[in-house]
T-cell receptor, first 111, second 117 residues
């Protein structure tokens, strides 16, 4: 089955700096890559996703890049704010059903 | 609020007891998924339904676990003879049935946190 690895496990940045979280996947059949933000005590919230037919997608301060050849994808957050502090999960999916999640990155944005 | 809802939000039980959780998906979402999340880890897939049919079950779903979606709307997840290792957050997600695409977004509920004493 699919194996998704996520790095780093923790990331601390100063407010206004950029944050980058990286994920790799193993199954070349995976074709959908969502990113979720999870705040304490809440369910994961979809923040951005990318499909295998594009290499980059941007939504305001958030962007995701995908390198299918190398089987890795990254989340970029620019101009970080304290409210960006949360745990971020990447995931990969190759069909209609299950997502395979990474182990999460705890982002701390220091004011 | 038209998001995914889960009840109860928290459940504390003693080892050996049975528990049941409920998930109400977003209206008209055909697919419903259950995941389990332990502390410090990402969600792990348990099972999913398309309408009322349970189409896949993970090896994580032992025979003490059973899930139903009787009318293709809400779903229940029951754990019999709970063990301390069952303590986790149980997440439900739903998604619309994709057209010709082979992928679709999943929207998660707030989860039910189970503590087995």
């Amino acid at each position: 089955g699919e194996n998704v690895e996520q790095h780093p496990s923790t990331l601390s940045v100063q407010e206004g700096d950029s944050a980058v979280i990286k994920c790799t996947y193993s199954d070349s059949a995976s074709n959908y890559f969502p990113w979720y933000k999870q705040e304490l005590g809440k369910g994961p919230q979809l923040i951005i996703d990318i499909r295998s037919n594009v290499g980059e997608k941007k939504d305001q301060r958030i962007a995701v890049t995908l390198n299918k050849t190398a089987k890795h994808f990254s989340l970029h957050i620019t101009e970080t704010q304290p409210e960006d502090s949360a745990v971020y999960f990447c995931a990969a999916s190759g069909n209609f059903n299950k997502f395979y999640f990474g182990s999460g990155t705890k982002l701390n944005v220091k004011p | 609020d038209t998001g995914v809802s889960q009840n109860p939000r928290h459940k504390i039980t003693k080892r050996g007891q049975n528990v049941t959780f409920r998930c109400d998906p977003i209206s008209e979402h055909n697919r419903l998924y259950w995941y389990r999340q332990t502390l410090g880890q990402g969600p792990e897939f348990l099972t999913y339904f398309q309408n009322e049919a349970q189409l896949e079950k993970s090896r994580l779903l032992s025979d003490r676990f059973s899930a139903e979606r009787p009318k293709g709307s809400f779903s229940t997840l029951e754990i019999q003879r709970t063990e301390q290792g069952d303590s986790a957050m149980y997440l439900c997600a739903s998604s619309p049935l994709a057209g010709r695409t082979s992928y679709n977004e999943q929207f998660f509920g707030p989860g039910t946190r189970l503590t087995v004493l």
